[in-house]
């Protein structure tokens, strides 16, 4: 118990300062909120069940809710970890692939990442590991009534949290029956789960809501994101990348030994195929990007770490061959595993550069001058962090149609397009980008003046006409 409490607080440390680094747009749309009143009407709810992100909206404005939001999405993370060294050692018996396990949850990169968002996934991920322990328990007991409510509860909270689960639900509980862990008579704990799901149905494909927000995804880059977990060299690597590989060999090996397996480790292996499934299936309608790459650590991290531990179960004359194999896994996994933390955790990324310059605008942008952001998104977060308010539902004046653009501290921040930035200004402007490193065309009168890894891109544009009192450029719409 110590040792687990040490590689929590471990995690914990990690993570910890992730907290405080630039806000996310996807943390800026699951603040919309526009009251209770409107709570079942809210165009969002397409994409995510209302009542788990507006719970944070309901007393507590923007900024707060996002603080609080950030803050939950770390306590279920390190409760996570723990839960992770529960279901590692469930699989074999083995204490100590239960701590490695948790260790590696805890070091996981994409992991680090969304505990210290304002996003559902760790919350999320808490919630599937806790149906499987749920599950195993079950199993195991014969499918007893004394081990139903734990099954029944994190089924019906599942779907509250991210739709993606009644998918995940459905197919799970299929699976289960066509393996014959449980009867098909015990199905019906799903039942609450799928009637308490039945009215959002309703949010996700209505004809107000449908194709609204939905972008489809890539089939071959989302099972490297399913089955990789973001270990991998590079941005996005072609299918299959080195991790993938080998996770498919390991996961392939295990499925051909089902006979020898534990009633722990099927419930594992059914529970991530049934994620992978599930995701691949609904990637018609919407992508989960890079999100997905956190979707099956729950159920792979506990498989690969007690990979060799089930080797020695199956081949007891070859512990030798065994252990190579643990030691060859063990160091590739070290590796990738550390490159990706250095790439995707400590490099700074474009909402860190924005963060930058919402720190430090004052000294950035000149009197008189229009603030233009090459990102809709940019434009949101930045009115979020400055004012601590969320999109207008009319434009402010100054700017024009656009009910994106805002006024703060007597200069007008809007949004214009990189391939339109305009060639003649009546006021001087100053132009920000923060994801790519270089900067974009500019015309002849802009200037930049700050360019690099770990700072927004900044140019200043000087007026080419006789500046009109009061005058704005009127940025264009930014939605």
Wanted: aromatic share 12%; net charge positive.
């Amino acid at each position: 118990m110590g040792t687990l409490a040490l590689i929590i607080s471990f995690g914990a440390w990690l993570r910890w300062p992730h907290l405080q680094r630039g806000v996310v747009g996807d943390e800026q749309a699951l603040l919309k909120y526009h009251g209770i009143d409107r709570i079942l009407h809210d165009g969002s709810n397409a994409l995510h069940p209302p009542f788990f992100r507006m719970s944070f909206r309901m007393f507590l404005e923007p900024m707060e809710g996002l603080e609080a939001g950030r803050l939950f999405s770390l306590v279920a993370a390190l409760a996570l970890i723990g839960m992770m060294a529960v279901v590692g050692r469930r699989l074999t018996g083995n204490r100590l692939a239960g701590l490695v396990t948790s260790l590696w949850c805890a070091t996981l990169p994409i992991a680090i990442i969304f505990s210290t968002l304002f996003r559902p996934y760790s919350f999320w991920m808490l919630l599937v590991a806790g149906h499987i322990w749920a599950v195993i328990r079950w199993v195991r007991a014969g499918t007893k009534a004394q081990h139903r409510m734990p099954v029944i509860w994190t089924a019906l909270l599942l779907p509250q949290v991210h739709y993606q689960s009644a998918t995940w639900l459905a197919v799970f509980g299929l699976i289960l029956v066509a393996t014959k862990l449980i009867p098909w008579r015990r199905l019906w704990v799903y039942a609450p789960a799928a009637l308490l799901f039945l009215p959002y149905t309703w949010f996700i494909f209505g004809p107000q809501y449908a194709q609204k927000f939905r972008k489809t995804g890539d089939l071959f880059s989302t099972w490297n994101y399913l089955l990789g977990m973001g270990l991998y060299d590079g941005y996005r690597p072609d299918f299959p990348s080195p991790f993938t590989a080998l996770c498919v060999v390991v996961l392939v090996v295990t499925a051909c030994h089902w006979r020898k397996l534990s009633v722990s480790t099927r419930v594992c292996l059914l529970g991530g195929v049934a994620m992978f499934g599930a995701v691949t299936f609904s990637i018609s309608q919407h992508a989960l990007t890079s999100s997905s790459r956190l979707l099956c650590a729950v159920f792979w991290l506990p498989l690969l770490v007690n990979f060799p531990s089930l080797l020695t179960q199956w081949y007891p004359t070859k512990k030798v061959g065994a252990g190579l194999v643990a030691a060859g896994m063990a160091f590739f996994i070290y590796r990738v595993n550390a490159d990706r933390y250095e790439h995707d955790v400590l490099l700074s990324t474009p909402y860190d550069r924005l963060q930058q310059f919402t720190d430090n605008w004052k000294d950035l942008v000149p009197e008189n001058h229009t603030v233009l952001f090459i990102s809709g998104n940019n434009l949101r977060v930045a009115r979020l962090v400055l004012t601590n308010t969320m999109d207008s539902k009319t434009p402010e004046e100054g700017c024009g149609t656009d009910r994106f653009c805002f006024v703060h501290e007597d200069r007008v921040w809007g949004k214009v397009s990189p391939d339109s930035i305009p060639s003649e200004n009546l006021r001087p402007n100053v132009i920000v980008w923060t994801r790519y490193i270089q900067a974009p065309a500019l015309p002849e009168h802009c200037s930049v003046i700050q360019s690099g890894i770990s700072v927004a891109g900044i140019a200043h544009c000087r007026a080419t006409g006789p500046q009109e009192e009061n005058a704005h450029p009127v940025p264009s719409p930014s939605g």
